[in-house]
């Protein structure tokens, strides 16, 4: 077992490069499925999320090959019925196997998903999307098996904004006969980069990035060269790590666009956030944080995914920090973690209030899913003495070298392994 230890109260100063999105990452490599002949996906993070997924690819059939950040994958001889009993069903976004096989083959048998737990995490949305497009949905002994003689587009409403079921209907749909229209459809980057993937690919989507995505079926798709779009989390997360030491961070290779409402709020904290061009920011902080309230929202509101690292940073802030967990329901086990290093957070319902404090300490604390990880990271940094983070497998999933790339900012920091 891994934990990173900590050594609080070294101020982050330097520069550092943002990697591939991963949610894009984990939907772009299972579209190659879609794809004849060969494609690379380059910008992509090397984290435990996509090498996962490349294992899976090769195990069902898939030539592939991941080196640095470039993925070469040819899935032409890609097995697609029963035989995919895999690892699929250890990331969340194996469902997107599902969406892939199903518009090239007309079939699926996937493990259902796994991914963090923040609590219910029902796929209702993409079996709804699927079934209008004509496929037969059985879930039976923990496989999700899809069937269709032949999909047909249509029109699909989202009761609830959801990034995944956006996604795999575009997969499920792009080779259907006639449109799909997706309504209510998720806005996030990603599935800008995943509709713009397939259209180099000769797709015919448009409306990507607004409520209303238009698919027109086309017959076949070919391989493709892509980069991934930076990581807006990644992104948002060193900046959060920054502002939090009291450091002064240029952050590169990120996407400005979609950081509108992480520099707002950061600005309102008394953040000191400096656009130097399209694809760096410097973040540095001189005067005390300032509570503030902040409501996650699907895109381009307050991402879910920076509202555990904000809840780290806003433990100091001066007065009192309302933060509202909109998208899921079991969103601040970290609170508890962080109330061990001497936070004052009180958690009712989907809010959560935090009397800021002058200082936290360090204590033993455990990444309870991805984010609240890096919370618990961020919080080490910040605080007074040792913190020790366990279960940093989770915080592996989704952030490449996070102890490399700490440590060249002048972090004490220290990956060790210990046993169970
Ligand atoms: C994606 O999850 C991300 N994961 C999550 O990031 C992110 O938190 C989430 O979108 C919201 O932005 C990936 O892209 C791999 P949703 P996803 O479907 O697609 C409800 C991280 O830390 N819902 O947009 O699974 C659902 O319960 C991860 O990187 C239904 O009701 O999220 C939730 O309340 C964690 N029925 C809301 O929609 C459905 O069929 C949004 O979920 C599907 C979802």
């Given at each position: 077992m891994e934990q990173l230890v900590i050594k609080g109260g070294n101020k982050l100063k330097g520069e550092v490069r943002i990697c591939g999105a991963k949610n894009s990452a984990v939907a772009l490599i299972p579209a190659t499925?879609?794809?004849d002949g060969d494609s690379t996906i380059s910008?992509?993070?090397?984290i435990s999320d996509t090498k996962l997924l490349a294992s899976i690819l090769s195990e069902m059939g898939a030539k592939v090959d991941f080196k640095d950040d470039k993925m070469r994958i040819n899935t032409d001889n890609i097995a697609h019925g029963t035989?995919?009993?895999?690892?699929?069903?250890?990331?969340?976004?194996?469902?997107?196997l599902a969406g892939a096989l199903l518009g090239k083959y007309k079939e699926a048998v996937i493990p259902l998903p796994g991914g963090c737990n923040l609590g219910t995490r029902p796929i209702d949305l993409h079996i709804k999307g699927f079934e209008k497009l004509g496929a037969q949905v059985e879930i039976s002994h923990g496989m999700l098996k899809l069937k269709a003689k032949k999909l047909v587009g249509t029109k699909i409403y989202l009761d609830v904004v959801s990034v995944g079921a956006t996604i795999n209907i575009m997969l499920a749909a792009v080779m259907a006969e006639g449109t799909t229209t997706i309504e209510n459809a998720a806005k996030e980057p990603h599935i800008v980069d995943v509709a713009n993937m397939l259209n180099e690919a000769g797709a015919n989507i448009?409306?990507?990035?607004?409520?209303i995505i238009t698919i027109h079926g086309v017959k076949s798709l070919h391989g493709v060269k892509h980069k991934t779009i930076p990581d807006q989390i990644e992104t948002g997360t060193y900046m959060i790590a920054a502002a939090a030491t009291g450091g002064d961070v240029k952050i590169k290779n990120?996407?400005?666009?979609?950081m509108a409402s992480v520099i707002e709020k950061l600005r309102d904290a008394n953040v000191q956030v400096d656009v130097?061009?399209?694809e760096t920011v410097r973040v540095t902080r001189k005067k005390p944080l300032l509570g503030i309230s902040v409501k996650t929202l699907p895109h381009?509101?307050?991402p879910t995914d920076l509202q555990s690292p904000m809840g780290a940073l806003l433990t100091v802030a001066s007065g009192t920090s309302m933060i509202t967990e909109s998208?899921?329901?079991?969103?601040?086990?970290y609170t508890d973690e962080l109330n061990k290093m001497g936070s004052e957070i009180t958690v009712t319902d989907r809010t959560a209030q935090i009397k800021g404090v002058t200082k936290i300490t360090g204590a033993r604390v455990k990444a309870p899913d991805l984010r609240g990880g890096v919370a618990l990271v961020i919080a080490g940094l910040m605080a007074q003495g040792t913190t020790i983070v366990s279960g940093v497998e989770h915080v592996n999933r989704g952030y490449e070298d996070i102890e490399g790339k700490l440590k060249s900012l002048g972090a004490d920091i220290r990956l060790e392994e210990v046993d169970e």
């Open positions: 499925i879609l794809f910008n992509l993070p090397q035989e995919n009993e895999l690892k699929a069903g250890k990331i969340r976004a194996s469902y997107y448009s409306g990507q990035g607004t409520d990120i996407c400005l666009e979609h130097l061009d399209e381009p509101g307050f998208i899921w329901e079991n969103r601040f086990k």
